[in-house]
């Protein structure tokens, strides 16, 4: 399955920060960026199952809410203790004033 | 229905443990007050000015009170100033390697990262070790089995709480693990929560703190004094009182084995002076609930979600006046807790967590 998913409207996540959206019994972060970018991640920190969507965007970073973990959601990289493992991230397209986000299959 | 007292088994690789895992009361979800997205985000916001300003204050007076102590020696008048030193060293450290560890103090990271390693150093807490074990007491708060920071066991220990004032098993602990760490082995229990990549950092800064513990005996020895070692080690004994005053209050006496912190951690009002030292972790409801929240945005917080928690206990002295009594009975019945009450505006705690203790504890 490689289709395009209308995840949100663009205007639903305000600039540095970050909102969640479920599809298909999965979950993701959907992030829009300072420069006002849209990027999208696997919504649990992989360090332990918790929604990224509850932390804070600072500048390329998410920090998870619960244990500091931090990456940089443009690219997934895991950015220092306690998290080691990096987030997968997905393609993202803005159309007509709606996020869309391709998952992979 | 006949409830049998429950044995704790507080060795994070025994049945506790298992028990914690299989019943989903590890890695749980844990009960959160709600608060608007647009106001969490402003209380998460990051800044330098309040560490700094009170980084400032704490290693000023830390550097002043050391001297004129060390100015002093050989007279009475340097007590009052070791007195005060060994309370920056010894006990100010505490909440700076915890909160430079959340890395929420600064904005800038390299600073939490500089203060969490001269804390940890004070305070005798391996970093590499401390970041991981506080990760899990996060993760599971006074889950018996799973948290390795639980200050006091049920039945409690209160021997071993009256000489951790002084720092005395503390600081034994903290050698013994350092000098095992120096040989570079990592303890079973060090390794249930220290994933293998970090471990040798772990042994790489035990190795440096061994030399710097060396070279400062070494020091007094040729000096003929006690002087060097009044000032590096010792603090962490003679100052340690009021870490342990302020954190035995933080989950001593409540709830464990239960996944809402407004059962297992206690918020306590105190005065300025104990809270700068302390760097506002009274608010401990608050900070288990949002540990990403800032100190400095902590009473904040609390003025935000106070509706949904319980009251808070109005000062150090009431917290004890609770805390107390109840480690007396745990001494006869270890399943018995303090439940406290939550005001009529709090959403209620989730029954089905805790029916089967409350039974227990009567």
Not at chain 1, 40 to 50: F, K, M, V
Request: charged letters at 20%; hydrophobic letters at 45%.
């Amino acid at each position: 399955m490689s289709d395009w998913i209308e995840a949100c409207a663009a205007d639903d996540i305000d600039e540095e920060d970050v909102l969640r959206f479920d599809h298909a019994g999965r979950t993701f972060a959907i992030y829009r960026s300072p420069e006002d970018e849209f990027f999208a991640t696997d919504g649990l920190c992989t360090h332990e199952q918790i929604h990224l969507s509850q932390g804070l965007v600072m500048g390329d970073i998410i920090e998870c809410p619960k244990h500091n973990g931090r990456f940089n959601y443009k690219t997934g990289a895991a950015r220092g203790a306690p998290v080691c493992v990096n987030l997968r991230t997905y393609p993202v397209k803005v159309d007509d004033g709606k996020v869309f986000i391709r998952m992979a299959d | 229905m006949t409830v049998t007292p429950s044995a704790r088994d507080y060795s994070l690789v025994g049945e506790s443990a298992r028990r914690a895992v299989e019943s989903g009361l590890a890695a749980a979800e844990w009960y959160h007050t709600d608060i608007p997205r647009k106001q969490m985000k402003e209380l998460m916001q990051r800044s330098d000015a309040p560490a700094i300003r009170d980084t400032a204050i704490w290693l000023g007076l830390l550097v002043a009170f050391g001297a004129a102590g060390a100015a002093l020696w050989g007279s009475w008048w340097c007590v009052p100033f070791f007195l005060c030193y060994g309370v920056l060293y010894g006990s100010a450290t505490d909440a700076r390697w915890h909160e430079c560890g959340h890395g929420t103090a600064f904005k800038t990271q390299w600073m939490n990262d500089a203060v969490y390693q001269i804390a940890c150093f004070m305070i005798m807490r391996n970093p590499v070790t401390w970041r991981w074990s506080h990760t899990r007491h996060h993760t599971d708060t006074v889950i018996v089995g799973r948290d390795p920071e639980i200050a006091v066991m049920r039945p409690p220990d209160l021997l071993r709480v009256v000489l951790n004032f002084f720092g005395l098993l503390d600081a034994w602990h903290a050698m013994v693990d350092m000098v095992r760490n120096a040989a570079g082995v990592i303890g079973k229990e060090e390794a249930t929560f220290i994933p293998e990549s970090e471990q040798p950092r772990a042994i790489r800064i035990a190795r440096i703190w061994l030399a710097i513990y060396l070279a400062t005996i070494a020091l007094a020895l040729y000096l003929g004094s006690w002087l060097p070692l009044m000032l590096v080690g010792l603090p962490r004994l003679y100052g340690a009182w009021h870490h342990v005053l302020t954190g035995l209050l933080q989950h001593g006496g409540l709830a464990d084995n239960v996944v809402d912190h407004r059962l297992n951690s206690r918020t306590v009002l105190m005065n300025p002076v104990s809270r700068f030292i302390y760097w506002n972790m009274n608010y401990h409801v608050e900070h288990h609930m949002f540990p990403m929240v800032p100190y400095h945005a902590l009473p904040r917080l609390h003025e935000m979600i106070k509706h949904d928690l319980p009251a808070p206990s109005q000062s150090m002295w009431a917290g004890y006046r609770e805390m107390l009594p109840a480690f007396l009975r745990q001494l006869r019945n270890e399943d018995y807790f303090i439940k406290r009450e939550l005001p009529p505006t709090a959403r209620p705690y989730r029954e089905e967590f805790h029916s089967e203790a409350a039974l227990a504890a009567q």
